[in-house]
């Protein structure tokens, strides 16, 4: 079993910038791919980001390149999300995922565990 923990969320102006934050705990497999994921109000659970834990093969969502950047730090078990350049349609539920095999993914229902999730308000 893994557990995650998101942090970091909250509300900043446009262009602004955020960190999040996923501590991964329990059983961790070196091979884990992990993922962000976000949900606005009334719409479908949204691809982000995503990095495969032991090759650091990255991949991100049209609509955050060059702006976001998804990152680990192996030694603490901990995934990043740096959101810069934000944008009021960046608002959502930001949830961090784990899958235990060493393939990426942009599907949801293809990750295994998840965190309670952070709530991102971006103002106008």
């Known amino acids: 079993q893994v557990q995650l923990v998101e942090s970091g969320g909250g509300l900043v102006q446009a262009g602004g910038s955020l960190r999040l934050s996923c501590a991964a705990s329990g059983r961790t497999f070196s091979s884990y791919t992990m993922g962000w994921f976000r949900q606005a109000p009334g719409k479908e659970r949204e691809f982000v980001a995503t990095i495969t834990w032991g090759g650091g093969l990255i991949y991100y969502a049209d609509s955050v390149k060059g702006r976001f950047t998804i990152s680990r730090d192996n030694a603490k078990n901990t995934v990043y999300l740096q959101m810069n350049s934000l944008k009021p349609e960046d608002s959502a539920v930001y949830y961090c995922?784990?899958?235990?095999?060493?393939?990426?993914?942009?599907?949801?229902?293809?990750?295994?565990?998840w965190g309670q999730g952070t709530q991102v308000t971006v103002s106008s």
């Open positions: 995922a784990a899958r235990p095999v060493a393939s990426y993914s942009r599907r949801y229902q293809e990750y295994d565990y």
